[in-house]
């Protein structure tokens, strides 16, 4: 199946400091989603990216989709408490494969 | 609208033992999913379905089965359950229309197998 690779699996940050979550992937995707699971919770729609090399903005959250559609970034500029939770990237199509997630713990 | 809910939230099995996981949906939506989440995992797909009446496997669907009667619920059935089993099960519901798969999930079901 596909593989969707994300890193770092974790990362701990002060709040106020930028985070960014990195996916990879070894074939070119149609369109990749962005999800965020808070602790004890269920995953949450954040965004869709389709296009080569788009970037899309949701106030602090900066998206990036890779030229080649084989990567994309999740960028948190100053983040806050309320950022804490695991993000993950989707490749989507018939099915959907999940990226293994990135667990942010922001430090007050 | 509730959107996915699943029942129950908790459940403890007996190895060997079988159950159904519950999914609804209220959206009308086409596609529905089942995943499993292993603790610090990503989630993983077991079984999905596009409509009424097809379904098909995903990456792991060995030990479980699903049906699709209706539009609106997609249970998953457990049989002879086993401890690699036990898991956190979540359900999830999409309206395909063009390039659009956005997914809606519910609360999840966390299952553990002694």
């Known amino acids: 199946g596909q593989q969707v690779m994300q890193i770092p699996q974790y990362q701990h940050v002060q709040e106020g400091e930028d985070f960014t979550t990195y996916c990879n992937s070894s074939t070119t995707l149609s369109n990749i989603q962005w999800y965020k699971q808070r602790p004890g919770g269920h995953p949450v729609f954040l965004i869709q990216l389709v296009k080569s090399g788009e970037v899309k903005k949701q106030k602090r959250l900066t998206f990036q989709f890779g030229e080649a559609k084989k990567n994309s970034s999740l960028h948190i500029t100053a983040t806050q408490t309320t950022d804490v939770g695991t993000y993950f990237c989707?490749?989507?199509?018939?099915?959907?494969?999940f990226g293994t997630g990135t667990s942010l713990t922001v430090i007050p | 609208n509730a959107g996915v809910t699943q029942t129950p939230k908790f459940r403890i099995l007996k190895i060997g033992q079988s159950m159904t996981l519950q999914c609804t949906q209220d959206?009308?939506?086409?596609?529905m999913y089942w995943y499993r989440q292993d603790p610090g995992m990503g989630l993983k797909l077991i079984y999905y379905s596009v409509g009424a009446g097809i379904t098909d496997k995903g990456e792991v669907p060995n030990g479980y089965n699903v049906s699709r009667s209706t539009t609106e619920d997609f249970p998953l059935r457990l049989e002879l359950a086993a401890p690699s089993q036990t898991s956190v099960y979540f359900c999830a519901s999409s309206y395909a229309q063009g390039s659009s798969y956005e997914q809606y999930f519910g609360p999840g079901t966390r299952l553990t197998v002694t």
């Open positions: 989707a490749s989507t199509g018939n099915q959907f494969y």
């Open positions: 959206m009308n939506h086409n596609y």
